[in-house]
C-alpha cells in the first residue's frame, strides 16, 4: 500500500504541497491481489475434457461467424480454417494452438507507475462497473446518467482503496452525444485518476482515438511497446462475431493493446440452458476470438472473459449470484487456466431495483466465486444493480469496501513462528483473555480485515447515533469522498494536448445521438 | 425432495384430507445437501502437520481445565492423562486416538423419517438461528423474545424448503422461567414440525427432560438405539470446560444422543489474534472435549465445531463475514476432515442491527464459505442478527431463501449427454437463440435455481407493483407462511403425554429467573 497523497505533494511543487498539507487527505490504494490461496476446481478432468473435445467440435463442425468483415475471413482463409461465406470453420486444434502465442500474463501501465496492474497468473485486478445507461444517485434517484455522474463515479474508484482500476465506461454519460462521449470518457480516467483503464470499443475509429490519447499521455514510443489499456470486446453469442467489436479488437490487438475477449451470455437465451453446454460453447468461443487477435498480432494480450447469467423462465429476466452461474464461473476459470490465458469473470452482480439485501446477498455471492474461480480482471466489481442497467453510486461504495474481504482472504494464512502464537497460548492458559496478551498488543492492527463503511458498534451506540442502515452510511461515506477528493497531478502540457485533441476531434464531426 | 403435504393428507384421514385439498399449501423441504463438489483446501500439508503439532503440545504443556467436575478428572486420569488440580495435560496423541472412536458419520432421526438426516462425509444439514434472547419482529421491532415469537420460528423453519432442521434456542422464549422454558422450547420442536431438533444444555437436569420427552415421542428403545437429538456443547475458550455444559454432555453421551462440541471464540479475545494460533487452540480444544465424549461413552456421536468470528479492536465488538472468520472456516474443515469427524461451522453471520445490506454482505460471505469448507452441520444458517443477540424473523425467511444457493451449487456440474447439450448448439447455430429450443424446452423447469423471494421483474413491472424492497417482501412472505401454516399431525397419545410430562415437570420446581 502507498499514499497517493504523499507522491502528489512531493510532485505538485509549493502550493500544492500547502494544499495538500491542510487538507492531510490520504488516498490509501491497495496493490491488486496476488492470491496465495489455491483455485477452486469445480470440474474434474474427465469433465474438462469432454468440454474441451466439445468446443473442438463446435469449432469445427458448426464453426463461428465473421459478419461483414472480408478481411478476417481472409485472415482465417490464410490460417487454414474452412471459411464458408461469413462462416468459419476451425479444424480441431487450430484455435487452441493460435491461442498459445498470447501471453499468459502481462502488465497494464497506469500513468502513475505506483498503480500499474499484473494480468494472469494468480493476479486478481478489481475494476469498476461497466456500461449502465443509468444511474441512482446520492438522493435514491433512478435517472439517465450524465458526464458528470461519469466524473463523480471516476473520482469515487480513484479514492477507493480496493479498487486497483479506473475502468471504462462506468456510466454512459447520456448528455454527450453518442459519437462524442468516448472523447470524454478516456479523458475523465486520464486526468481524474491515475489508476490503469479502459478505451472504447464502440466504433473501430474509436478505439484509434482511445489509441491516440494514450499516445499523448503515455509517449508515442510507451505505447507501441507497453500496454497502457484493457478494453471489453463483446462476442455476439452464440459464435458470432460482429464487425464493430472486431474492427475494435483489431485496432487494439495491432497496437499491442489489450483485449478481454468475453461472450455476454443469458444462459438458455443466448447459450444452452445446461452448465456443460454453456461451458462448451463460451469456450468455443473464446478460443476463437483470441485465436483471431493472434491473427492479428501474434502475441497480442488478450484475456478470456465469460459474463455468464442465468435466465428467470418466468419473466425472462437475467438473474444474478445464482448457483448455474456461480459453476459456470468456477469450470471456466479452470478451462482458462489449462490454455495459460488470464480469465475475466464475476462482479458486484445482482438484479435487485434497489442497494439493499437482494443486492448484497446476489453481489457477495458472485465477487467470492470471483475470488475462489481465479478471475485475474474482474470488472464490474462494484457499483453494479438492476442487471446492469443501473450504475449505482452508493452501492459502488459499499461494493468497493467489500473488496477489501477478497483481499484479506486472498492473503492465505500464514504460520510462520509469529502467526503460530504457541507464546501467546502459553502466556495466557486456560480461562485466560488474550485482549492484553504481548502477541495481541503486537499484531492487533493488522490482524483483521476492518471495513471502513460497515457498523461495527454496540447497538445502544449505533440508536444513539440515529440508527443509520448501510445506505446511509453509504451516502455519508460516498459524499466524504467525493468532498475530499483532489485531482492528482498532471503535466500542464500533457493536459492542453488532451484537451486541443478532444476538442479538435469533437469539431471534426456532426453531433450524433444514434 | 417430498411433499409432508401429501404425506399429512395420507395419515390425517378424511376430515384433515379435505382441509388440506382445500387450503392445499404445498409444504415442500429438500434432503440435506450431499455434496458431488469438492471441499475448498486453504492450508497446505506443512501448514497442517504444524498446526497439529502445536495442538498435541498445547494439550501436553498447557492442558486444559475441565472444572467443578471431579468425575471428569478421574475419567482423564484412568485414561492416562497428567492431572494436576483442575488441570488435565494430555499425552502427545491420547486425544486424538479417543477421538478415533467417534463415528464419522450419523442419522438424527425426525420423528418424520423423511426428514431424517445424515450428518458427516459429504453432507450438510442446515439448522436455524441459536440463541438470542431478542427478536426483531415482522414490524421491525426489537424486543425481548417471547414464546410466542419462538413457535413463529418453529413454524416458519417447518415451512422452509431449504432448512433441514428444526434447531434449538431459535430464540430465548424470555417470558417463560429460565428453569422451565426448555420444556416449552422441546415441546415446541416436537409438535409444531416433523423435522429433527437439539436438546437444552443448559443444566444436566434440563438435557435429561430432553433426552425423557424424547422416549414420549421416539419411544424408550428407539432413542436408546438412535441418535434423536443433537445438541450444543460450547467450550469456555480459552481451554475452559465447565460443569454445566460437561453435565449436558455427559448425559447425552451416555443415552448415545449427539453433542456438538465447540468452541465460541472471538479471536483476540478468548484465542490468538492469528488464524494459525486461533486454529491450533480450537483443534487443541475441540480435541480434548470430543476425547471426553469418548470416555463417557465410546462411539458416542459427536460433531468437531468451531464457532469463530474476528474482533473490531477499536469498539470491542465481535465482526462477521470477515476474512479472517473465512480462513479459520476453511482451515478446521480440513483438520476435522484429518479427524473423520463430522464438522460443524459457518452460518447466517453479521454484525449489522438491520436486516440490510450490511447483514446480507456479511451473511452471503459466512454462507458460501460454510459450503465450501465442507461443513457438515451449520447451525445459525438463518435468521442471525446483530452479533447473535437478535433473532431476526424478516432476515430468517431471507436467509433461508437463500440457502437454496447452497443446494444448487453443491449439486455439482453434470456432464452426461442430454447436459452436454450438442445437439441444442448444433440446432440453434450462430446468430440464433435458445429460447425455443427442444433441449430448453425439456430443461427449463429444473435447470435455474430460481429465488422464491428476491425480486427478478423488469423494473417497469416492479415499479408499478409499488417497488417493494427486500425486507417488504421478506415481511409478505413470512405472514403468508405463518398464515399458510399447518400443524403436522401427531398419535394424540403422544401429544397428551408430552404434555402431562411438561405439567409434570413444571409443577416440580418454582419459577427461576436466572
Known amino acids: 500500500m502507498t499514499e497517493a497523497g504523499t507522491r502528489r505533494r512531493g510532485r505538485g511543487g509549493g502550493g500544492a504541497a500547502r494544499r495538500a498539507e491542510r487538507t492531510s487527505v490520504r488516498i490509501e490504494a491497495a496493490r491488486f491481489i496476488e492470491r496465495n490461496i489455491p483455485n477452486f476446481e469445480i470440474l474434474n478432468e474427465e469433465a474438462l475434457q469432454i468440454i474441451e473435445t466439445n468446443a473442438e467440435t463446435v469449432l469445427e463442425e458448426i464453426g463461428v461467424n465473421f459478419v461483414e468483415n472480408p478481411e478476417a475471413l481472409e485472415r482465417w482463409r490464410a490460417a487454414g480454417a474452412d471459411v464458408q461465406g461469413e462462416r468459419v470453420h476451425i479444424p480441431r486444434g487450430l ?4 491461442c498459445s502465442t498470447a501471453p499468459g500474463r502481462f502488465t497494464q501501465h497506469a500513468r502513475n507507475p505506483e498503480r500499474n496492474v499484473e494480468i494472469g497468473g494468480n493476479s486478481l485486478v478489481l475494476a469498476p462497473v461497466y456500461g449502465p445507461p443509468f444511474v441512482r444517485d446520492l438522493d435514491g434517484n433512478r435517472r439517465y446518467a450524465t458526464l458528470s455522474d461519469f466524473h463523480d463515479l471516476v473520482k469515487l474508484g480513484y479514492m477507493s482503496k480496493w479498487l486497483h482500476h479506473s475502468g471504462g465506461t462506468v456510466c454512459e454519460p447520456t448528455d454527450v452525444a453518442v459519437n462524442k462521449r468516448h472523447l470524454d470518457m478516456i479523458q475523465a480516467h486520464m486526468t481524474l485518476s491515475d489508476k490503469p483503464f479502459m478505451g472504447s470499443v464502440t466504433e473501430p475509429s474509436r478505439a484509434q482515438d482511445s489509441v491516440d490519447m494514450c499516445e499523448i499521455l503515455f509517449g508515442k514510443d510507451f505505447v507501441q511497446q507497453n500496454t497502457v489499456m484493457t478494453s471489453l470486446i463483446n462476442i455476439n453469442s452464440p459464435l458470432t462475431f460482429d464487425a464493430t467489436m472486431m474492427g475494435a479488437l483489431e485496432v487494439y490487438a495491432a497496437n499491442n493493446q489489450a483485449c478481454i475477449v468475453s461472450p455476454f451470455i443469458v444462459g438458455g437465451a443466448m447459450a444452452p440452458v445446461s452448465v456443460a453446454g454453456t461451458l462448451t460453447q463460451v469456450l468455443a468461443e473464446g478460443l476463437a476470438g483470441i485465436a483471431y487477435s493472434q491473427l492479428v498480432r501474434k502475441g497480442a494480450p488478450v484475456i478470456m472473459g465469460a459474463f455468464v447469467t442465468s435466465i428467470d423462465m418466468n419473466s425472462g429476466a437475467p438473474t444474478f449470484g445464482t448457483p448455474e452461474a456461480s459453476q459456470i464461473t468456477y469450470g471456466m476459470g479452470q478451462l482458462a487456466r489449462r490454455l495459460g490465458l488470464p480469465y475475466r469473470s464475476a462482479g458486484s452482480f445482482c438484479g435487485s431495483k434497489l442497494p439493499d439485501a437482494q443486492a ?3 453481489t457477495a455471492n458472485s465477487l467470492n466465486v470471483g475470488l475462489m474461480s481465479g478471475v485475474n480482471f474482474m470488472l464490474h466489481a462494484c457499483g453494479w444493480l438492476e442487471g446492469g442497467l443501473v450504475s449505482d453510486i452508493r452501492k459502488f461504495v459499499m461494493d468497493a ?20 502464537a504457541m507464546d501467546a497460548i502459553r502466556e495466557v492458559g486456560p480461562g485466560g483473555h488474550y485482549l492484553g496478551c504481548a502477541h495481541t498488543q503486537a499484531n492487533f492492527k493488522t490482524a483483521f480485515w476492518r471495513s471502513q463503511l460497515l457498523d461495527y458498534k454496540p447497538f445502544e451506540t ?20 467525493l468532498n475530499d477528493y483532489q485531482q492528482p497531478a498532471m503535466d500542464p502540457a500533457v493536459s492542453e494536448a488532451l484537451d486541443a485533441f478532444v476538442a479538435e476531434r469533437k469539431a471534426s464531426m456532426p453531433d450524433s445521438f444514434s
Open 360 to 362: 448484497a446477498y446476489e
Open 95 to 98: 484455435a487452441r494452438e493460435l
Open 462 to 481: 449505533w440508536a444513539e447515533e440515529g440508527a443509520r442502515d448501510t445506505l446511509t452510511l453509504a451516502t455519508e461515506r460516498a459524499r466524504k469522498l
Open 401 to 420: 469496501d467489500q473488496l477489501g474481504v477478497l483481499h484479506g482472504l486472498a492473503k492465505g494464512v500464514a504460520v510462520d513462528e509469529d502467526a503460530q
